[in-house]
């Protein structure tokens, strides 16, 4: 066990007491000593975070980390404390930079039952990873992976939105399992979402995301040879929601 300063961001916010577990070495972790925590995950709204992490992980649990006990009765709970309580409210896990590696700190409930108390469990996981699996769960998507010897595009039209959510509300009209009728809903619901964007752009060349306003941005496309002649295309890029939206053929 080895004794610990947690910072978020510069700020120190609580000591800590850190056991290495697995093949772990702390002794030789630099940032071992002074854990700074980046930010927060965002929230799983589907699994628990500590499931995520026995998919995602590299190896098993590294480290196990325990506020430690205060001074004196009347002494107030470090911050660290209500890091950790946000973190099991919103599903959250702290996140410390490590290179090309994150180390996410799961808050954990105590089998002791301690008051202002907090307790995290460590896994490190490649930069980034736990994120894109995230977004997969939380809009129930899997992700695509394309043969990188051929440039591929996964487009939508109007008609293939509605072709799909028709197709959806025939089957949703049969399906009995509750679990299975709300993954329909939600799947309708995003197709809607996204039709009704797309139709904002069809109609104005314009559309309004979380009350902002994107209108087209004209991209040159290069000539695919000498024999091509160089296209200018009207392109809306919602970077928050991976969706770029133009015209086949913008002559």
Known sequence: MIKSMVYYGNTSI????????????????????????????????????????HTVAVGARCLVMESRPPKAADEPPPPLVAMHAACLRDNKTAVVPLGEEELHLVAMTS?????????????????????????????????????????????NTTRSFEDRIDSLQRKLSNETDPQRMNGMLAEIKRYQDDRSILKQYIEG?????????????????????????????PVIRLQEKNIILTRINPL
């Open 111 to 155: 089998g002791r039952n301690l008051t202002n108390h907090a307790c995290f469990w460590g896994y490190k996981v490649p930069f980034g990873l736990y994120n894109s699996c995230l977004t997969m769960l939380n809009l129930r998507c899997l992700g695509i992976v394309f043969d990188l010897d051929e440039t591929l595009i996964v487009a």
């Open 205 to 233: 060349d314009q559309v309004y995301d979380d009350g902002k306003m994107y209108k087209v941005q004209p991209e040159i496309v290069p000539p695919l040879s000498d024999n091509h002649q160089s296209l200018t295309r």
């Open 14 to 53: 609580g000591e800590v007491e850190v056991w290495p577990k697995g093949d772990t070495n702390l002794g030789a972790a630099a940032w071992a000593r002074e854990i700074r925590v980046d930010r927060l995950s965002p929230p799983s709204e589907r699994c628990l975070p500590l499931a995520v992490m």
